[in-house]
Structure formats: structure tokens, C-alpha cells
T-cell receptor
Framework: SAVISQKPSRDICQRGTSLTIQCQVD?????MFWYRQQPGQSLTLIATANQGSEATYESGFVIDKFPISRPNLTFSTLTVSNMSPEDSSIYLC????????????FGEGSWLTVV | QQQVKQSPQSLIVQKGGISIINCAYE??????FPWYQQFPGKGPALLIA?????SEKKEGRFTISFNKSAKQFSLHIMDSQPGDSATYFCAASGNNNDMRFGAGTRLTVKP
């Protein structure tokens, strides 16, 4: 299965600042996604990271708040902008691996606490 | 986004018992139904998955039952162990591959 590395794994951030999360995959993948998991909650899709074009955002998520980059088939970043305590969540990168029948795998997540 | 309904919210089972978690979906375009297991402090890990062309899939102690006409699927954990204590999420995805998750079930297996 694809090995997904996320950085940072955990961070405490000041209100009003921005943080960029990196996602690196050990193989080329077509589809990469970013999810948010608020404490004790389920996973919510933020956006699909498209290689070479703008990300596709889900309802309730906007590019100004969550800009995403996807420069190649193995790497993506998610920025959480102008953070507030409500942004305290786990942010998860996921990829679709076609070699294993389009299975979707997740990274370990980036745990952000905004104070 | 909640297109997948999962129950129960929490489940307590004795060691050796059977744990059953149920999910229902709305979108008939969904064609991939995985279950993820998540331990505290970890990302979700794929446990088992099924496609609509079969009604049941078994991997070790874990079985998915799928009812296409009812738009329901369930996870059965046989001989539940304390190490199975975790949160379980069902999910569904379709052609565009964006996955929708259930609300999660917190399973506790008592020794």
C-alpha cells in the first residue's frame, strides 16, 4: 500500500496565523484528498487536490481559507489560513492507489491546536 | 456531506462476542464500501472493503455483509478482542472517488 507522510504531525498555533501541512506519497498517485476530523467527529472532505490545476472544494470550504497546492503526483500541501480555535482539528491527507484496486489510504494526520 | 448513516454510535461487547456495526447509504452511484479502523492518535486504517457485485466478503475475523436493494452494509467482528477496541468508520465512494464517511462507532471490547 502507499506510504503517506504528513508534516507536521502535531502543532500548536496562535490565533490569526497560518500553517502549511505537507503530504508526501512514496509513489505516483492520480487522486489526492484532504480531510478534516474535528475532535471526536467523523471525517469531512475538504477538497480534492488536482495536479496542475486548482483544487476542487467541497461545500463549506473555500480556497481563501484552505489553499491547496499539488505540484506533482507525489506531493501536496494544505494551508489553514488565519486560524481560529474552531480550526483545531486533525487534517488528513489521503490518496487513491490504483494498483490496489482504487483503494484509498490515509496518512497519520496533522493534529492542530489553535490557541 | 453526511450521505452515509452509521449506527450504533457506541458499542460495548464482551471478549469473544460478535460486534455488529451497520451503515446505510443514499447515493446509488456509490460503488465502493470500505471500513476503516482508527485508534486514538492515529489516522484511519483500511480494514476491509466491498463492491456491490458481491453480498459478503470475509477477511479473518472481519466480515462485510452488503444488501444492495436495501442500500445497507454492515461489519461483523467475530470473536471480538480487547485489541479491537477502536473507532470504526464505514464509508462509500463513487466514480469521482470522493469518499463519504459515517459518523463512526466507538467499540469497546471488555476482557
Amino acid at each position: 500500500s502507499a506510504v503517506i507522510s504528513q508534516k507536521p504531525s502535531r502543532d500548536i498555533c496562535q490565533r490569526g496565523t497560518s500553517l502549511t501541512i505537507q503530504c508526501q506519497v512514496d509513489s505516483q498517485v492520480t487522486m489526492m484528498f484532504w480531510y478534516r476530523q474535528q475532535p471526536g467527529q467523523s471525517l469531512t472532505l475538504i477538497a480534492t487536490a488536482n495536479q496542475g490545476s486548482e483544487a476542487t472544494y467541497e461545500s463549506g470550504f473555500v480556497i481563501d481559507k484552505f489553499p491547496i497546492s499539488r505540484p506533482n503526483l507525489t506531493f501536496s500541501t494544505l494551508t489553514v489560513s488565519n486560524m481560529s480555535p474552531e480550526d483545531s482539528s486533525i487534517y488528513l491527507c489521503s490518496v487513491e492507489e490504483q494498483m490496489s484496486g482504487n483503494t484509498i489510504y490515509f496518512g497519520e494526520g496533522s493534529w492542530l491546536t489553535v490557541v | 456531506q453526511q450521505q452515509v448513516k452509521q449506527s450504533p454510535q457506541s458499542l460495548i461487547v464482551q471478549k469473544g462476542g460478535i460486534s455488529i456495526i451497520n451503515c446505510a447509504y443514499e447515493n446509488t452511484a456509490f460503488d465502493y464500501f470500505p471500513w476503516y479502523q482508527q485508534f486514538p492518535g492515529k489516522g484511519p486504517a483500511l480494514l476491509i472493503a466491498i463492491r456491490p457485485d458481491v453480498s459478503e466478503k470475509k477477511e479473518g475475523r472481519f466480515t462485510i455483509s452488503f444488501n444492495k436493494s436495501a442500500k445497507q452494509f454492515s461489519l461483523h467482528i467475530m470473536d471480538s478482542q480487547p485489541g479491537d477496541s477502536a473507532t470504526y468508520f464505514c464509508a462509500a465512494s463513487g466514480n469521482n472517488n470522493d469518499m463519504r464517511f459515517g459518523a463512526g462507532t466507538r467499540l469497546t471490547v471488555k476482557p
